[in-house]
Nanobody, 116 residues
């Protein structure tokens, strides 16, 4: 049974930084995609960034140059370093893991609030 546990959300002022982390437990194999999504109030969940097990990354245009996704395959973790945060980055951030044969897992979500 695969589980994802997120940490690192919180309240930060505009221009500040936060780092989110997600740890996967269970058997996830060597080929998979880990990523971060977010959902703002009244909006659909959207991709923020993802990274495949070999290291290629993909970012939403709105976060390019400000956010950096990384992973540690030995520890089955994925992190999201968020810099120059804006109020529009506010939302619940979810970790997602997609395995090679279609299994799809989500974390419970962590709140990020950017406000002065």
């Amino acid at each position: 049974q695969v589980q994802l546990v997120e940490s690192g959300g919180g309240l930060v002022q505009p221009g500040g930084s936060l780092r989110l982390s997600c740890a996967a437990s269970g058997t996830i194999g060597s080929l998979n995609v880990m990523g971060w999504y977010r959902q703002a109030p009244g909006k659909q969940r959207e991709l923020v960034a993802d990274i495949i097990s070999r290291g290629s990354t993909n970012y939403a245009d709105s976060v390019k140059g400000r956010f950096t996704i990384s992973r540690d395959n030995a520890k089955n973790t994925v992190s999201l370093q968020m810099n120059s945060l804006k109020p529009e980055d506010t939302g619940v951030y979810y970790c997602r893991l997609r395995l090679a044969f279609g299994s799809d897992y989500w974390g419970q979500g962590t709140q990020v609030t950017v406000s002065s």
